[in-house]
């Protein structure tokens, strides 16, 4: 997966270039970045991604339709086969440097939805930044992620990997960074932004029934706003509050794996409650 001879392209971010004024709002502040990378990073980055099935050797999960596989910044840290590229992508993406570009972006959009999160977390600004997996909330505020995450082939039936749902909310932000194949032509796989319809709504708050989707939503609560294609390239990055509703569109059958970087800030208390 690595070559010896090969030449690193220089670590660009995805919010480099990116500005308040090219916030979307509607139905809840993000940004939709095209062409977020240079080529010769994104294409180096692209061609040495990990697949499902190295992933899940790795991790030990078996492969299965349309799953969700996670190679996450310290685990590709200690792979030699990794190429460098990932690494050093990895490293700044889970840095204090790029904690501060998403703060200089969505720091004010973030207290308006949220205006209690500084009594909660101390000032934004003065948080300590660590690494999953290397650093723990004993000396650590917040501790960041960069994430390379392949969704399997789909047989046997269409399917959607998660419908409506709000990520967790111990999180302070989720970023979607698509790194779709050229020869991928699969319909679906799209990221589908919500609101709530008018009325009393519910989330599946029973972790010991639902497991990780307590923190989805009966998509009879919810109406679609907008649909971000799945495409190469693209960044989609947004605060998270109980207003930051998506999913993923149903995939049609195929072989080929819905690829994609995952970036996440965690912090070590919910910062909002869903039992609505």
């Not at 692209?46 to 299965?64: H, L, N, V």
Request: hydrophobic letters at 35%; a negative charge.
């Amino acid at each position: 997966m690595t070559d010896a001879t090969e030449t690193t392209p220089a670590i660009t971010s995805v919010l480099d270039g990116v500005t308040r004024d090219d916030i979307r709002r509607d139905p809840f502040p993000h940004v939709v970045v095209r062409d977020a990378l240079p080529r010769d990073l994104y294409d180096a980055l692209s061609g040495s991604m990990p697949t499902a099935e190295y992933i899940g050797q790795r991790i030990g999960k078996p492969i299965t339709s349309n799953e969700r596989y996670n190679y996450m910044s310290e685990p590709i840290l200690a792979d030699p086969a990794m190429a460098q590229v990932w690494k050093d992508f990895v490293t700044h993406h889970s840095s204090p440097a790029f904690y501060r570009q998403f703060l200089d972006l969505f720091q004010e959009d973030l207290l308006d939805r949220l205006p209690t999160a500084e009594e909660q977390t101390g000032p934004l600004r003065e948080l300590r930044v660590g690494r999953r997996n290397r650093d723990s909330f004993e000396t650590h505020d917040i501790l960041m992620d960069c994430t390379a995450v392949i969704n399997s082939a789909v047989t046997g039936r269409p399917s959607s990997y998660r419908g409506p749902h709000v990520d967790k909310p111990y999180k302070l932000f989720g970023g979607l960074f698509y790194m779709r194949l050229p020869e991928d032509d699969t319909e679906g796989g799209d990221l589908v932004l919500y609101k709530y319809r008018p009325g009393a709504h519910k989330f599946r708050t029973s972790a010991s029934e639902y497991g990780d989707n307590r923190f989805d939503i009966d998509p009879s609560y919810v109406e679609e706003v907008t649909t971000v294609p799945y495409r190469s390239n693209t960044l989609v990055m947004y605060p998270i509050n109980p207003l930051a509703l998506h999913g993923v569109s149903v995939r049609a059958l195929t072989h080929h794996q819905r690829r994609f970087v995952a970036l996440v800030g965690d912090l070590q208390h919910p910062l909002f409650d869903l039992a609505l």
